[in-house]
């Protein structure tokens, strides 16, 4: 019964996307980007005499998740094949062009039929499905047919169905896998309580990936400029929900400097930050020697510069947890930048609250509450630097997952 109620949700997703899809552009992609995809398949992998790797991502979170351990594989294995699959647009049309993959595609709805011809067609020598998604059909045609399954970086809590008294369906997807590589022992807990026994703790892998890419950032001499000798507070993807806190203590700051990267970089989004502000700004695309030395904030209205921003700062803001979901803290937390953030679900992120718990990161829900962050970080240089001692030591702590899979994957990886 379970299996006809699973494979009747499942089309009945695909009914509502499909009749989505002409008014909605994210359903749309959804939608074309699988039309025909089975007869490119075969085109692509008709010729393929080399082992294949296929990697599954839901999106591009997961993909950055599981981005390390597919370099690891690159420079283990280069002689491989790399596919990777997307369930989400998201994830798909920003990672369709990643160089360091031979073929990128949607994954088809998961069917009994469309797991069947998939794997018929790729074949693939090792399936890793990367923290969330488990289709049914596509790992129980995998487990099938004996190719090793794992899973990466999983993260499970006690509110999903595999743990509710009528979970037993998904209960045994999980079954299905080989070896599942969790982030934390809270999940591997979990897991031996429902009797999966085939359950690892490896870390989070996005430490690895984030101390790989601040290990060698990209320099802004204007930056520099602007920081030098100054206190400075970057605040990495900020939303207005995120400004309406922000703007009361930016625009009476004398003795702070602010690097803002919003969210959104589009010019009606960056006008609106404009209205907001009090203090000489400039845009970072307007910038010049001249300018930056008479300007208290830097607006940064262009993409591909954050990451590497927190260098020139000492503790940062952190958007998100009032709109769609807090975003990457690590990259400001690498550096040693004490983080401050709402505090709306933060249950989804664990590095949050466990940075809280220590002492390196401070979340708030009103305004009383960032104003006492603000001012203990930005007045109290002991307790600013010890925030910063603990960030960078719960880096180390955590680093080392990729590794830790790649050596339990030797006996297939050898």
Known sequence: MAIILYNLSVRFYRLVIGLVAPFNEKAKKFVNGRVGIFDRLAKDFSDIKKPVIWFHCASLGEFEQGRPVIEAFLNSKPNN?????????????????????????????????????????????????????????????????????????????????????????????????????????????????????????????RFDRVVDTVSNPKH????????????????????????????????????????????????????????????????????????????????????????SLYQYGQFSYIGGAFGDGLHNILEAVTFGLPVIFGNNNLEKFPESLALIEKGGAFSFTQQSEIEEHFAKLSTDTNFRNKASEICKTYIRENTGATAKIMDSLTQWNK
């Open 220 to 307: 802004f001499p204007l930056v520099a400029q602007f920081s030098q000798n100054e206190l400075v507070m970057v605040i990495g993807s900020c939303w207005p929900s995120d400004m309406a806190f922000l703007f009361p203590i930016i625009n009476r700051s004398e003795n702070v400097k602010f690097i803002i990267a919003p969210h959104d970089v589009s010019e009606n989004s960056i006008k609106q930050l404009e209205k907001g502000l009090k203090l000489p700004h400039c845009r970072i695309t307007e910038a010049t020697p001249e300018n930056i030395d008479q300007s208290r904030i830097i607006i940064i209205n262009t993409i591909g510069m954050l990451s």
């Open 81 to 205: 094949k790399i596919l990777i699959t997307f369930f989400s647009p998201s994830g798909y049309e920003l990672r369709k062009n990643y160089t360091e993959a031979d073929f990128v595609y949607y994954l088809p709805i998961d069917t009994k039929k469309n797991a069947k011809r998939f794997l018929d067609i790729v074949n693939p020598a090792l399936v890793i499905f990367v923290k969330y998604e488990f289709w049914y059909h596509y790992l129980k045609q995998t487990s099938e047919r004996k190719i090793p399954l794992y899973c990466i970086s999983a993260l499970f809590n006690e509110k999903q169905r595999f743990f509710k008294p009528n979970g037993g369906f998904f209960r045994k997807t999980l079954n299905l896998f080989d070896h599942i590589f969790v982030q934390n022992e809270k999940s591997e807990k979990l897991l031996q309580q429902i009797n999966i026994k085939q359950v690892s703790v490896a870390g989070d892998t």
